[in-house]
């Protein structure tokens, strides 16, 4: 049998923490958990969603405004701006894995290459232009 999709949302509750032996305990005042280094930081989705919409912008080639659609039947109003800037977001983290992969194909003898066209849009322009994807990789 066939689980139809759906969206499951979980929260995460921090409760803060304070003195609990006396009352009038100044010293110990309920104080929120700081979160300097947190990723997602004033974004609107969680990192796990961004990853998931990467995954399926990219990896399943859906397009933000499918995603978008697709949530609306799971009665969830979330824009196609704000997926693609969590995304966005998300990819700037992943410079480093992408500079060690790159390093890693320049290091062979042979690298082997691809070039795929696709539609852009140009901005300021109200049309696309063509733009290309190379794909790169070594072999030995």
Request: overall charge positive; proline content about 5%; some cysteine.
């Amino acid at each position: 049998m066939a689980i139809p999709e759906h969206v499951e949302f979980i929260r995460h509750v921090h409760h803060t923490c304070a003195c609990n032996h006396d009352e009038r305990c100044k010293d110990n005042k309920p104080v929120a958990a700081k979160s300097e280094n947190y990723i997602m930081k004033g974004r609107v989705i969680d990192p796990t969603f961004a990853a998931e919409a990467a995954i399926q912008k990219f990896f399943e080639h859906i397009p933000t405004f499918r995603m978008a659609r697709r949530l609306q039947h799971a009665n969830v109003n979330l824009s196609r701006q704000a997926i693609g800037g969590g995304v966005t977001h998300l990819a700037r983290y992943l410079k480093p894995v992408r500079q060690a992969l790159f390093d890693h194909v320049k290091a062979g003898n042979v690298a082997h290459a691809d070039e795929t066209p696709v539609r852009v849009q140009a901005p300021g322009k109200g049309k696309c232009d063509l733009g290309y994807f190379w794909a790169v990789c070594r072999d030995e």
